[in-house]
């Protein structure tokens, strides 16, 4: 394995990173876009209220997106332990 090879996986490594984590750092600001307006609109400035929602969307979309991921990620440890 030459430098330049290395430095290509490891770009590959933090793309797929990037790419995994998207969808689940969207829906956390989605919501708390969501619910930063309504708690604007009435008044109401309970810090929990924040989070909780946060927490379960997010793991929503963990869930549903888990066989998407571990797809990308098994094809990358096959590129990457096999030499393809």
Known sequence: MTTGDAVDMIREALSLMLLLSTPILVTGLCIGLIISVLQAVTQVQE?????VPKIVGMAV???????WAV??????????????
Do not use: D, K
């Not at 979309?61 to 066989?67: C, D, G, R, T």
């Not at 990308?72 to 440890?77: K, N, Y």
């Open 47 to 51: 810090q929990t209220l924040t989070f």
């Open 61 to 67: 979309v963990a869930i549903v997106l888990a066989p």
């Open 71 to 84: 797809q990308h990620m098994v094809e990358f440890s096959v590129r990457v332990f096999g030499g393809q």
